[in-house]
């Protein structure tokens, strides 16, 4: 049987790498004309996306390129004095089994694990897709595939083939989000540096195996700003437009927008579908359910979703009819809960108000002032994101769809995050 998945990023040769183990052929197409290495940005990998990675093989690897970001300083905008956070107590109190990696580390780790039993085309895309599975492509010849699988982001190209334009379904929360690649001049080895003012946020940081950093701009907009997610110029405009002036350093970071290797910009935005499938075409990650960029833990949840649906696929022989409901159904609760508390994160990180900037400073404070287990019961009732993706649960598919089924929490057992 044969399923065509278009996008290599995360979502993608997760989904590759459990088909081809289920006994599918995979293809898999990217726009990009080489594996993407555009910078990227720190994603969160919780305890079931963890376990998902150990059975795949690449968990010594992905711990090998975590950041090590352990030290965070806090800069309250129009304070006097800084608050310095403890980031070690935080994770160790809100996870037990937690990663803090580069995107495109992870992405390369993943493409690594599947590169020798799938076929991946780069620098095409999927034109045109038919109800028996027709594939129209915008550089190679037709091909007919058995299912097609759209795992190529918020901006998806087989959800606008398939489903229709992206505003139908799209939900502004009220933020956008910038991240640029710059020299690391400041030598930061593990420390993040967050300067928070209303409406907006700034940070930069610098993982322990990078030569360069990062910098990371999240703020407020009442109304959806007039840009096309391709316009970068347009897009440097509008960062500078929002940040311009609030702290010499925010500034500095500023003025490497024109020359940094690597810009994204996008706003965070929710997808809200009624189903992810349509005859022989399914949704996964961020093209079907993404609870908003930088906040919602969709890098653990697009793990998630691929492993649930090659075991689907798995456990009902390949029959997309039965598979493509259970697949959607297994994820309902995971994707509402995701984007619930991509709502709250929202609202934590970029403040609405100077009482709220006082409260963040001031919890960052109490949790580095308090001994270890106060703190712990502290992070455990304010971090709704870290509690949420550790306790998802997902069936442990079977190497066959004839064997039994067992259910395994990934708060337990299997935990994938």
Avoid at 44 to 69: C, H, K, Q, W, Y
Wanted: hydrophobic fraction near 40%.
């Amino acid at each position: 049987m044969r399923i065509l998945v278009s996008g290599a990023s995360v979502a993608g040769p997760v989904l590759a790498y459990w088909l081809t183990r289920y006994g599918f052929e995979v293809t898999v197409v990217e726009r990009a004309p080489v594996l993407r290495k555009t910078g990227g940005h720190a994603v969160d990998l919780f305890r079931p996306a963890m376990n998902i990675s150990e059975r795949m093989g690449v968990l010594p690897r992905v711990e090998e390129r975590a950041t090590g970001t352990n030290r965070m300083t806090v800069h309250p905008e129009g304070a006097r004095r800084p608050v310095r956070v403890d980031l070690s107590k935080i994770f160790s109190a809100t996870s037990d089994r937690h990663v803090e990696i580069m995107r495109d580390d992870l992405s390369e780790i993943y493409y690594d694990a599947t590169r020798d039993d799938v076929e991946y085309v780069f620098g095409d895309s999927i034109s045109a897709i038919s109800p028996e599975g027709e594939v129209r492509f915008e550089n190679a010849a037709p091909r007919r595939f058995d299912l097609v699988v759209g795992a190529d982001g918020l901006h998806s190209n087989v959800r606008r083939l398939v489903f229709g334009a992206e505003s139908r379904f799209s939900d502004f929360i009220g933020a956008y989000l910038g991240v640029l690649t710059l020299p690391n001049v400041s030598g930061l080895d593990g420390e993040l540096h967050m300067h928070v003012g209303v409406g907006r946020t700034a940070g930069m940081y610098g993982a322990r195996h990078l030569g360069d950093a990062r910098a990371l701009f999240l703020f407020r907009s009442e109304r959806e700003l007039d840009y096309h997610h391709r316009d970068v110029p347009r897009q440097r405009e509008l960062l500078r437009g929002a940040f311009e002036g609030m702290n010499a350093d925010v500034d500095r970071w500023l003025d490497e927008l024109d020359r940094a290797p690597a810009f994204y910009f996008d706003s965070i935005t929710q997808l809200r579908m009624d189903t992810w499938s349509r005859g022989r075409v399914t949704l996964v990650g961020d093209a079907g359910y993404c609870p908003g960029p930088a906040v919602g833990g969709s890098t653990s949840l697009a793990v998630v979703g691929a492993y649930v649906l090659a075991g689907e696929l798995a456990r009902a022989g390949g029959d997309h009819e039965r598979a493509f409901p259970a697949y959607e159904r297994a994820m309902a609760e995971h994707v509402r809960g995701s984007r619930a508390v991509a709502l709250s994160a929202a609202k934590t990180l970029v403040p609405t108000s100077r009482l709220g900037v006082w409260g963040l400073a001031q919890g960052a404070r109490l949790i580095s002032a308090l001994p270890a287990g106060p703190s712990r019961a502290l992070l455990r009732l304010a971090t709704k994101s870290a509690r949420l993706y550790n306790s998802m649960t997902v069936d442990d598919y079977p190497p066959s769809p004839a064997a039994s089924r067992g259910l395994i929490g990934l708060g337990g057992g299997l935990g994938v995050d």
